[in-house]
């Protein structure tokens, strides 16, 4: 499920892009851009001093779990751990559809597959005509809200299961980002081999310290995004308050409210893709609006930035998503007018002449990604008219 493996890095691509990211504006004139902030690639924000997701420089004795940090922060932690990200990787035993499904099986003209449960293990197996390989199951990766892959090993290296279980087919289908062509062997049948590299990003967007102090080592990870993947490594900041130190306390720990706009959308998109990231790796067409930080910082509504549209505006990241469109409506008239009122300095956006409530069904819309089997929700905030091609 990863669409990073290869680099096409374009120069001019780049360049074109971050013109019309500085012309995404209603006003027209040009601003110098050494002056605004603009969103970064997550490969320049993880090299910057201070914590920043996914950055791996965090020394292993300072992860203390989120049971420490429950202890203190109990609101946060328990609507948290309702939370798809708290669960985007457990081991097999851990795993709801693992452990509710029974076996799984999934057949091709040339390979049949099997995952088992037995005992304490979970195994999975490929077969063809001839011969069989089975490898026990080591991650399930995804709660499986749209899809669940599994990770296991072989001679020393990490691979992808070249299938997935889709919740909304209720069974296992291909991996996305896996050919459909069938596989030449058993082996690649069975899945794909992370490089190294590929490995390390793979857990480190779906666990928590498993590279530390700048070592992956992924038999001392902790299982999901917990606090500390975001929050940074909280020894310092339990022992502060602990002793009452409440200053010295806060300052040893990230609160990203305090962030720019900008900063604030490229924090989440150290998971998420910021807009740099996928103008990096050359991303077209609809597999990009998986990358809620691209498709956003897109809109007309995003100009260069405004802290009424980040992440946070509309997502509480320590509670489950809110599935209540009408919900958004506010977030969406922070800015803009109902038809009929007039424009106020905080309300320059127009009103909208066709609808007054629910507006992200008519201008986020739904969109389907090919081998997802679960539509995603476009972030590139937009006059949706039927038959229009999906806009870059
Ligand atoms: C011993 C109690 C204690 C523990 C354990 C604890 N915190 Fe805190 N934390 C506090 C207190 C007290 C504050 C300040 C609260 C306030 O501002 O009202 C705070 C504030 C914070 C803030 C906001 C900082 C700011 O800028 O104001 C964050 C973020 C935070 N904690 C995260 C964590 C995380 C993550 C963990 C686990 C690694 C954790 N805390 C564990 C007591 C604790
Ligand atoms: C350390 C990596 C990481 C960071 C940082 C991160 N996310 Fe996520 N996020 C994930 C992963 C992985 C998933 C997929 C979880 C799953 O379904 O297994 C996810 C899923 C989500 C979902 C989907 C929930 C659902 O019901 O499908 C939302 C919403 C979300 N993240 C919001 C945010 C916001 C807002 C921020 C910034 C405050 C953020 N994330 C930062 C890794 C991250
Ligand atoms: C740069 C961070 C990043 C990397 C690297 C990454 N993921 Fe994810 N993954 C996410 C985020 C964020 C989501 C949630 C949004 C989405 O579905 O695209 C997600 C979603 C998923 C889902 C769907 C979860 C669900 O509940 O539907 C699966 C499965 C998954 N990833 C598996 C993997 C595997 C396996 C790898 C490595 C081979 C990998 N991911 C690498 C960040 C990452
Ligand atoms: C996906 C990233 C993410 C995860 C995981 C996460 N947080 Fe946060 N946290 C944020 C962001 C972003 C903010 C700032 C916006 C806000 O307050 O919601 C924040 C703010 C906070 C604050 C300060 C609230 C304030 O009023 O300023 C505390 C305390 C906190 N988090 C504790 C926790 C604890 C405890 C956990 C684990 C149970 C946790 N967080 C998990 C991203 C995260
Ligand atoms: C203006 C409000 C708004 C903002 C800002 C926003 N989102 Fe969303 N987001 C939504 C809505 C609405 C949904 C769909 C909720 C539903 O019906 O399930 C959604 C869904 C999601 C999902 C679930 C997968 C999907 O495609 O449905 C993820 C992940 C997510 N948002 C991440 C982010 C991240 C990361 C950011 C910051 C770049 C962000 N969102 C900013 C409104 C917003
Ligand atoms: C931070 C302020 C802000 C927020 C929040 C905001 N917008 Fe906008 N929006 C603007 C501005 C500024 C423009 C461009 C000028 C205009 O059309 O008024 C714009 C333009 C638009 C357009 C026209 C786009 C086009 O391509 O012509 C639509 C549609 C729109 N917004 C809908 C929404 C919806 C729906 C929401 C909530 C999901 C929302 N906006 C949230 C400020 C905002
Ligand atoms: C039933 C679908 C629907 C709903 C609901 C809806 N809109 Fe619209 N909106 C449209 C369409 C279609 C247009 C394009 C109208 C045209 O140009 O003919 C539009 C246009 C707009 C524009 C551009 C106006 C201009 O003069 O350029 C904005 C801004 C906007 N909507 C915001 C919103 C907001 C905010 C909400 C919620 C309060 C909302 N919309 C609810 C369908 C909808």
Known sequence: MYFFGKRSFSAMFVVAALAAYFFNSSECVAQAPAVQPIPMATEDRVQSQGWWPTKGSGPREEFVGPAECAKCHSTEATSWAKTPMAHASAEPKDSEILRGQGDLTFHTASFSYEINQTGQETV??????????????????GLGHKGQTYIYQRNGAFYESRLSFYKTLRRLD???????????????????????????????????????????????????????????????????????????GRQSVLNPRRLSAVAS???????????????????????NVRFQPYRLENSRCWGRGDARLT??????????????????????????????????REKSGKPCP??????????????????????????RIRIARPGDPYPN
């Open 124 to 141: 999975y197996s490929v077969s063809d005509a001839k011969n069989t390989i089975t490898q026990p199951l080591l991650w399930a990766f």
């Open 174 to 248: 291909i991996t996305t980002g896996h050919l459909k062509e069938t596989p030449g062997d058993l082996d690649s049948a069975l899945g794909r081999r992370l490089g190294p590299e590929e490995a390390q990003r793979c857990f480190g967007c779906h666990t928590t310290a498993s590279t530390a102090n700048n070592h992956f080592n992924p038999d001392r990870l902790t299982p999901g995004v917990t606090c500390e993947a975001c929050h940074g490594p909280g020894a310092k900041h339990v022992t502060a308050m602990q002793a009452g130190k409440i200053e010295k």
């Open 265 to 287: 959308v490229d924090f989440c998109g150290a998971c998420h893709r910021t807009w740099g990231d996928v103008i990096q790796a050359g991303i077209t067409g609809v597999a």
């Open 311 to 344: 992440c946070i505006a509309c997502h509480n990241p320590h509670a489950p998503l809110v599935s209540d469109t009408a919900a958004y409506d506010g977030k969406c008239l922070a800015c803009h007018r109902i038809a009929g009122a007039n424009a106020t």
């Open 354 to 379: 066709v609808g007054r409530e629910n507006c992200v069904t008519c201008h986020m819309p739904q969109i389907d990604m090919p081998s997802m089997h679960a539509p995603f929700t476009d972030h």
